[in-house]
């Protein structure tokens, strides 16, 4: 029995696994957000940052009338001005443990760079005159009054054992309430998790024995809930605690081993007389679901959460970020709840566990009057029970073993309002916008486990990222978000600071469509420029569309002008069309004298790439006017214009058997790139014809072009060493953009690429991402002598900018990765191109983040 019973999990839990593995097929895609612009460190606008000599700036308190944002830091606290967190006249108290028992911290084995530290975990106002803050205290918690008028400790500090973790990693949440302190972790390393109110006394807590009312519980958040308020039945207020458990109820329909709860109490709850002394008459705990409603697995493990209060409780709702199970999975899920969901399951049945089985189910017999876990209220009372101490022995004995509701409060909308693959947020905070359209929405500041910060808002039960910001260039977790309104300011804390950024940067916003497309609802064109709303009280002449994002700009292309280029090539060479598009979200779309677009096909001669258009070996016929538009959202806005003069020049030829003709050839082609091979410059008449075996199979296109491409690679590498070494004064010519030495740097890359590797001194970076280099074989033979060169050409705008190909793909790959997802649009058919892009995407995904390129300079004209 017990075998099968094993067998059978197991199997749940690869079927688990074996979903979890095929999740980037199955989830339903357009709940995987694509942050709308990415904006890297150096890029930042408004923002401001501060850091002492401290680490850890993990815990934050704003005081909005004050104007002060108090930070709690590993031996420090900090006062802060919160209109700027950078100026000079930040307040510090220093609070380090001291030597001794840091000493005896080492002693019983902690690690001296992290744990044997004062980390400040509780910070909160105790009252008028004082803060009330809690430390690790290297491994030996104390707990302290801070005299803010002074902003010193006082002089008597309480021992902090039953108040603060003593690991400065261990979950743990706390509050305090009318003088009231409320902390939920799991203390002490063999310590059992515990919810408490710790003053005043006596301390109440929760029950370990005969069942046990949190199992490895991590605490991540608690909250206060004034049910009081407005009550026609007095109802009491409650504390809401919030936290990931071992599951206690395995059944065959839900094999997680860890689950997302909420827990809650009475804030009025003195224990019970004889039953249940000490310990919480009131502690109910119910599941929280966030999952799509198809999928078995769930995003279980809660990593925070954030409660968005609405005029009364029944309408605050609960936000959380999920993660999984599974810790090098890379996953995130945002889930938001209604508090009457809540209360409605704290409403309803209750599950109970055969001591026997230990399978937990629905307690469906009679359940004892007054119903257990309930609050104190005029029901209550005018039965004569003015406090639990008053509840009757069967009701205790009841909650005592049932702690556990029944129904699993599930998302609004039945599933995530937003699912991130490959990114782990960790904290959030939301936000009420009223918008030009009268709606109210939700703004959502999201953090990573990386240092970015991303701005989203909520529309119809989708979230559209509006921006991810990179705000830590080291990347470490955003450990808290906070937001002032009145500072218009958000505060993040991590552990090497914390940095205040606008709560929207509208000015960033160029265009209307630019302004129009970011959704961000302060923010809305007034005509000239992207205006921050809230400052403006006339608000007539505004332009916004949140809930579509694409209209009200219709009428006003004509402000923007489109630069127009010229280009000048000979026959035959390659020519890039650069088309930068800054939102990730839009596609580009070319035309070519106002016709469609060419079609991008094998035979065409043309290439789309993420941010240019290639035109492989140039026909006379293929000149003409060129325009980029970016499309989003189902409009298409004009980027830029090249008129393209392509001039005879000497006939095309071979390259299979001769040195190419011209150098600017050579630095176009990145060999080995399927990319390039997919595409045999057209006029050249290739003998062993490929194009009429394209057609046959793939197979035998591949083993010709890799042939090909061996030869090309030599011819190519000869070319180049020539020109690198031979024609110092030329190269300038080869310069789209940027300085000269850039240019070289990169065609040297490609040489060397093409040459197996050979160029020890090649930049590695760049190398990497090409794709397929092994289709170039090892090339030991001696080089064919330097091909000779063209004939300067008359004009100075000869640029073709080829060698920009590949660099300027990976310039965009922080953040702009997402240009490359986008291109495995139907619509580009061929099969390499699709390789390309993936295999691109897959190297990019990877870097994402981890390597910033600084923006070169833009303007080219
Ligand atoms: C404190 O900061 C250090 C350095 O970034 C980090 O390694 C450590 O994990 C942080 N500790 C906590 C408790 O956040
Ligand atoms: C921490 O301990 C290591 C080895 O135990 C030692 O090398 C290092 O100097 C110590 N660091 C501090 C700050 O005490
Ligand atoms: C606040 O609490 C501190 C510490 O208990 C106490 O010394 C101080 O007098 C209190 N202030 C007020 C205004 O009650
Ligand atoms: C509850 O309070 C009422 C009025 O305050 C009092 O009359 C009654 O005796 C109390 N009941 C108990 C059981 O203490
Ligand atoms: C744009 O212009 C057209 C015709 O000139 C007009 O009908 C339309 O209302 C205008 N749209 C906006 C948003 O101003």
Redesign the pocket.
């Known amino acids: 029995m017990d075998t099968l019973a094993a067998l059978l999990r197991l199997l749940l839990f690869c079927s688990a696994v074996g979903a979890l593995l095929g999740y980037s097929f199955q989830f339903p895609q357009d709940l995987d957000a694509t942050p709308r612009t990415s904006v890297g460190f150096h890029d930042l606008l408004g923002y401001r940052r501060f850091s002492g000599s401290a680490l850890n700036y993990s815990t934050l308190l704003l005081e909005e009338d004050a104007g002060v944002i108090y930070v709690g830091a590993r031996g420090a606290l900090f006062s802060l001005d919160s209109s700027d967190v950078a100026v000079g006249n930040a307040l510090s108290i220093e609070w380090d443990a001291p030597a001794q028992l840091k000493q005896e911290c080492l002693i019983k084995g902690k690690d001296n760079q992290t744990e044997c530290f004062n980390h400040i975990r509780f910070l909160q106002r105790?009252?008028?005159?004082?803060l009330y803050i809690c430390g690790t205290h290297a491994f030996s918690p104390l707990c302290a009054?801070v005299d803010v008028a002074l902003f010193k400790i006082?002089s008597?500090f309480e021992d902090g054992r039953e108040k603060c973790p003593y690991d400065p990693a261990t979950g743990y949440t706390g509050l305090l309430v009318d003088g009231e302190m409320y902390t939920a972790s799991q203390f002490e390393f063999r310590s059992l998790p515990d919810i408490r109110r710790n003053f005043p006394s006596p301390m109440l807590k929760t029950e370990g024995a005969p069942t046990r009312w949190l199992l490895e519980a991590d605490f991540v958040g608690s909250a206060l809930v004034r049910q009081s308020a407005h009550s026609s039945i007095r109802d009491d207020d409650k504390i809401y605690f919030f936290f990931t458990e071992k599951s206690q109820e395995q059944t065959l329909y839900f094999p997680q081993n860890r689950v997302a709860r909420v827990a809650r109490v009475c804030k009025g709850d003195v224990g019970g007389q004889r039953t249940l002394q000490k310990k919480w008459t009131s502690f109910l705990k119910a599941r929280l679901v966030c999952s799509f409603p198809d999928y078995r697995f769930h995003f279980n493990v809660l990593r925070s959460i954030f409660i968005l209060e609405g005029p009364a409780p029944q309408s605050s709702i609960l936000y959380g970020v999920f993660g999984l199970e599974w810790k090098n999975v890379k996953a995130s899920a945002i889930c938001q709840y209604s508090f009457a969901d809540v209360q409605r399951a704290f409403d309803g049945p209750y599950m109970e566990s055969q001591d026997s089985t230990l399978i937990w189910r629905e307690y469906t017999s009679t359940v004892p009057e007054p119903r257990p876990g309930s609050c104190i209220t005029d029901k209550l009372r005018a039965t004569g029970i003015n406090s639990s101490r008053d509840l009757p022995d069967d009701v205790l004995e009841f909650i005592r073993r049932h702690p556990l509701m029944f129904q699993p409060i599930h998302p609004q909308e039945g599933r995530p309002l937003l699912f991130k693959r490959n990114m782990d947020y960790t904290k959030m905070a939301v936000r009420r916008v009223t918008a030009l359209d009268g709606r109210t929405y939700h703004v959502l500041f999201m953090g990573t486990d990386e240092g970015w910060l991303h701005r989203a808002v909520e529309v119809k039960g989708h979230i559209h990222i509006i921006e991810e910001l990179q705000l830590f260039e080291k990347p470490q977790p955003v450990d808290s978000i906070v937001i002032s309104e009145a500072m218009r300011s958000v505060y993040v804390g991590a552990p090497t600071g914390v940095v205040q950024v606008p709560l929207s940067t509208c000015h960033r916003y160029a265009s209307c469509f630019d302004c129009i497309f970011a959704r961000d609802p302060s923010c809305a064109w007034d005509g000239k420029m992207c205006v921050e709303m809230d400052s403006l009280s006339d608000r007539y002449n505004l332009t916004q569309d949140i809930l579509n994002g694409n209209s009200g700009c219709e009428n006003r292309t004509a402000e923007d002008s489109v630069p127009t280029r010229t280009r000048s090539v000979t026959e035959g060479d390659d020519v890039l069309l650069l088309c930068e598009i800054y939102s990730n979200l839009a596609t580009p779309r070319w035309t070519l004298n106002g016709c469609e677009p060419p079609d991008y096909s094998v035979e065409s001669g043309y290439r789309m790439g993420t941010d240019g258009l290639l035109i492989v070996g140039a026909r006379v016929e293929q000149g003409g006017e060129y325009r980029c538009f970016a499309v989003e959202n189902g409009i298409q806005v004009p980027v830029v214009n090249y008129m393209v003069r392509v001039l005879s020049g000497p006939p095309p030829i071979d390259p299979t058997t001769a040195a190419p003709s011209s150098p600017h050839r050579l630095s176009s082609t990145p060999p080995g790139t399927p990319m390039t091979s997919a595409l045999p410059p057209p006029p050249v008449p290739l003998p062993s014809g490929p194009r009429i075996q394209i057609s046959k199979t793939l197979e035998v296109m591949y083993l010709s072009l890799i042939v090909i491409l061996a030869g090309l690679c030599i011819v190519l590498t000869s070319g180049l060493l020539y020109m690198v070494f031979c024609m110092p004064g030329r190269r300038g010519k080869y310069s789209l953009q940027g300085s000269e030495s850039e240019r070289n740097m990169e065609l040297r890359t490609i040489s060397s690429n093409c040459n197996g590797g050979q160029d020890s001194d090649a930049n590695g970076g760049l190398l990497q991402i090409v794709p397929g280099e092994g289709q170039a074989s090892p090339n030991k033979e001696p080089l064919p002598p330097a091909p000779p060169l063209p004939p300067p050409l008359p004009t100075s705008e000869y640029t073709n900018g080829v060698s920009a190909t590949l660099p300027s793909v990976l310039r965009k790959m922080n953040g702009n990765s997402y240009v490359l997802l986008r291109q495995n649009d139907p619509e580009t058919t061929s099969p390499l191109y699709h390789s390309f892009t993936e295999e691109l995407n897959k190297i990019l995904e990877k870097r994402k983040h981890t390597q910033l390129v600084s923006k070169p300079d833009e303007s080219s004209v």
Do not use: K, Q
């Open positions: 105790f009252n008028a005159t004082h009054y006082s008597e």
